[in-house]
C-alpha cells in the first residue's frame, strides 16, 4: 500500500527520492509525488500513475537537499494528480505525505474551513497539513504535535517546511516508519527496501513517537516531549535481493528462491542429536510447550493457507487441536480466549493491519500470540509475545510465494518439537528431518522441467474460470494455487477440496471450466480420484498434478505433470510450486504486469 520516503543530506534530493519510490513500488500504488525544499522554497510534483510518469513531469536540474516522496494506494478519494501526496498548507509551506487512514477528518475539516482554509483534495490525509499550518509558530516539530494529538487514526508521516530547510519531522501511530542513519544524510521510509541501497543502519519507530532529523543527527521524543533514546539497528538484507538479477519479473526470482529459503529457514534449527527442533525466539519452556492444548492460527490470503497448512499439521501428527482462522473475521466476533491456548501471528510483511488488529485484540484477552514474520523489525514481529522469522529475504512480488513456503516449514519445525514431546519416536523424527531436508532439491527437480508447465499455462490461459481441487493437508494449497492465478492472471478460480465440488461447484463444470487436481499418492489418493471422475464424466478438463511414476491418474486427466515422490504430509511443498509457476506462465501468456496486478498491494495496511 502506500510507501513513504524522506531525505535530508548532501545529495540533490529528487534522485534519492524518486529512487526511493521506485523501491517501494512493489507496495502498490496507483500515484506518486515528492516535495523537495531548496533553501527557504519548496516544490511539490504529484502525478496519477507510475513513477515513470512522475519522472516525466519532475522539471530537469531541479535542486533541493531535503525533501519527501509519496506512492498513493487510493483509499479516500479518486485516482488523480490532485489527490496524490504530498499534500500543503493554504501557503503551501507546510507539505506532507501520510500512510494510514485519519478517521475524524470530517469534523476537523469543517472546523478549519469555516476558519478560512482552503482544501484541494478529497483525501483525509491534507487535513494533517492545514493542521500542522494552523499551529505553526516557528517550530514545526512542536505544530506536528499539536495536530497529532488531536488526530484520531492511523499513521506514518513525513513532515517539511521550508522555513525550517534540511529538517524533517517524522511520526508513527500504526503505520510503519523507519529511520536510516547515514553518513551525514539521514532518511526516513515506510519501509526499509526505499533506503537499503544508502544505509544499512535503521531505527525502528514505535507508535506515538515523533523524530526530528537533519542531515548530521535525529531527536526522538513523545508527544509530551519526553527524550526517548533508540538503538540504531543493522538490516541485513543485501541490495541485490530486492533486485531483479537478471530474472524477467520478481516473482519468478521469488519462486526460485524457494529451495534457498527453506534451507534458511531450517537452518540452526534441526537438532539431529534429539530428532527435535529448536525455535528459540518462542520463549516458552519445555512445560510451557507441554501444557499447549490448544492452537490457533490467523492470518490473511496465503499466511492464512500456511495457516491451514500448519493447522492440520500440528493437529494430525502432533495431536494437539489446531484450527486456522481469518484474521479480518476474528477481530470482530469477540473471541473467547481459552486456556492453554497458543496463538500464532502469520504475517510475512508483519505489517496487514487484519493481522496486527486481530493480534492485539487477542493480547487485549490475556493470549500468548506469538509472530511468524519475514520482515524483522516488523510491527507484528515487536508487538508479538515471542515469535519465529521465516527468513524469506525480500519478498518484492505483490504475489507472495517463497514466503508460504518458508512459512510452512517454520510449522513443520513447530510442528516436530511437540510431536517428539508427545507420540513421534527418535526414529521417525529422524525420517521427518530427512524428508524436509530432502525438499530443496526436490523443488529443484521441479524446477528443471518448468517448460512442462509453461506449455501448460499456454494452453489453459484463455479460460475464463478455474477450479483448483485438493484433499487433507493438500487443501490448502488448492486455494493457494486458485488464489495465485486470480491474482495475478486475473482468471476467475476457486479452490476446494475435492469432495465438496459436489455440494454446489460442480453445476460449473463444463468443457469450458478445466480443474487442476492435486493427486499425490498417500491414504487419499483414491478419494480425489474419484472426484477426478464425477468431473470427467461432466467433460470437464483436468490437468492432474500426481507423483512421479505414477500412471494411473493420466488415463483419466487430459494433462498431468509429475512430482517427485515424498512422504504424504510433505507434499504442500511440492505441489505448491507447479501451481506458482502455473499462475506466473498464464499471467505471462496473458499480458499481465505480473509483479503489481492491478488494485493489489503488497501489505494491506488497512482494514
Ligand atoms: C497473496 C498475497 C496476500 C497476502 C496477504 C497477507 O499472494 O500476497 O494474500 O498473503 O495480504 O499478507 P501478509 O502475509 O504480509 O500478512
Request: with cysteine; net charge negative; hydrophobic share 40%.
Amino acid at each position: 500500500m502506500c510507501g513513504i520516503i524522506g531525505y535530508c543530506g548532501p545529495k540533490q534530493a529528487v534522485e534519492v527520492l524518486v529512487e526511493g519510490l521506485k523501491r517501494l513500488e512493489y507496495r502498490g500504488y496507483d500515484s506518486a509525488g515528492i516535495a523537495v525544499g531548496f533553501k527557504n522554497e519548496v516544490t511539490v510534483i504529484k502525478k496519477k500513475g507510475k513513477i515513470k510518469d512522475l519522472r516525466q513531469v519532475i522539471p530537469d536540474g531541479i535542486k533541493g537537499n531535503y525533501g519527501i516522496g509519496h506512492t498513493r494506494w487510493a483509499t479516500h478519494g479518486s485516482v488523480n494528480d490532485i489527490n496524490a501526496h504530498p499534500h500543503s498548507g493554504c501557503a503551501g509551506k507546510i507539505v506532507i505525505a501520510h500512510n494510514g487512514i485519519i478517521e475524524n477528518y470530517t469534523g476537523l475539516k469543517e472546523i478549519l474551513e469555516k476558519e478560512g482554509h482552503v482544501f484541494k483534495s478529497e483525501t483525509d490525509s491534507e487535513v494533517i497539513a492545514h493542521l500542522i499550518e494552523k499551529y505553526y509558530t516557528d517550530d514545526l516539530e512542536k505544530a506536528v504535535k499539536e495536530a497529532l494529538s488531536i488526530l484520531k487514526g492511523t499513521y506514518g508521516i513525513v513532515c517539511i517546511n521550508p522555513d525550517e530547510p534540511d529538517r524533517i519531522i517524522g511520526a508513527r501511530n500504526g503505520s510503519p516508519l523507519v529511520l536510516g542513519v547515514g553518513d551525514g544524510e539521514m532518511f526516513l521510509a515506510s519501509d526499509v527496501t526505499a533506503i537499503i541501497s544508502h544505509t544499512k543502519q535503521v531505527v525502528y519507530l514505535e507508535d506515538g513517537e515523533v523524530v526530528s532529523i537533519r542531515p548530521d543527527g535525529f531527536k526522538t521524543t513523545d508527544l509530551n516531549e519526553n527524550r526517548i533514546e533508540k538503538d540504531v539497528e543493522y538490516i541485513s538484507w543485501e541490495l541485490e535481493e530486492i533486485e531483479k538479477n537478471g530474472f524477467s519479473h520478481f516473482m519468478e526470482k521469488e519462486i526460485l528462491e524457494q529451495p534457498e529459503a527453506i534451507k534458511r529457514a531450517i537452518s540452526g534449527r534441526v537438532i539431529t542429536d534429539v530428532a527435535s527442533a529448536h525455535l528459540g525466539g518462542l520463549d516458552l519452556t519445555t512445560k510451557e510447550l507441554l501444557n499447549i492444548e490448544r492452537v490457533k492460527i490467523i492470518g490473511a490470503g496465503t499466511s492464512y493457507h500456511a495457516g491451514m497448512v500448519g493447522a492440520y499439521l500440528l493437529e494430525s501428527i502432533a495431536r494437539i487441536p489446531c484450527v486456522p482462522e481469518i484474521a479480518s473475521e476474528l477481530r470482530y466476533r469477540n473471541p473467547i480466549i481459552e486456556r492453554n491456548t497458543l496463538y500464532f501471528a502469520i504475517s510475512q510483511s508483519g505489517e496487514t493491519a487484519d493481522t496486527l488488529y486481530a493480534m492485539r485484540e487477542l493480547q487485549r484477552k490475556g493470549a500468548t500470540v506469538l509472530g511468524v514474520c519475514n520482515v524483522v523489525g516488523s510491527t507484528i514481529a515487536r508487538e508479538s509475545d515471542g515469535g519465529v522469522y521465516i527468513h524469506s529475504g525480500p519478498e518484492i512480488a505483490v504475489a507472495s510465494t517463497k514466503a508460504f513456503s518458508s512459512q510452512i516449514t517454520v510449522f513443520y519445525l513447530f510442528a516436530l518439537l511437540l510431536s517428539r514431546m508427545r507420540d513421534m519416536s527418535y526414529e521417525q523424527g529422524i525420517d521427518y528431518i530427512d524428508n524436509l531436508r530432502s525438499i530443496p532439491a526436490k523443488m529443484d527437480e521441479i524446477f528443471r522441467k518448468r517448460n512442462e508447465i509453461k506449455k501448460l499455462a499456454e494452453k489453459y490461459a484463455h479460460y475464463k474460470d478455474m477450479l483448483f481441487l485438493g484433499k487433507g493437508i493438500n487443501y490448502p494449497v488448492a486455494m493457494e494455487g486458485a488464489l495465485k492465478l486470480k491474482e495475478i492472471s486475473y482468471i476467475h478460480a476457486e479452490g476446494y477440496t475435492s469432495a465438496e465440488i459436489k455440494h454446489g461447484p460442480i453445476a460449473l463444470i463444463n468443457e469450458e471450466t478445466p480443474s487442476v487436481f492435486l493427486v499425490p499418492d498417500g491414504g487419499l489418493k483414491e478419494k480425489v480420484i474419484s472426484n477426478m471422475k464425477e468431473v470427467k464424466a461432466r467433460e470437464g478438463k483436468i490437468i492432474a498434478i500426481t507423483v512421479e511414476g505414477d500412471d494411473s491418474v493420466g488415463e483419466i486427466a487430459d494433462d498431468v505433470f509429475m512430482i517427485p515422490k515424498i512422504n504424504e504430509i510433505f507434499y504442500p511443498f511440492l505441489l505448491v510450486v507447479p501451481l506458482q509457476l502455473f499462475s506466473y506462465y498464464c499471467a505471462l501468456e496473458l499480458g499481465r504486469d505480473v509483479d503489481q496486478p492491478r488494485n493489489l498491494a503488497k501489505s494491506v495496511t488497512v482494514e
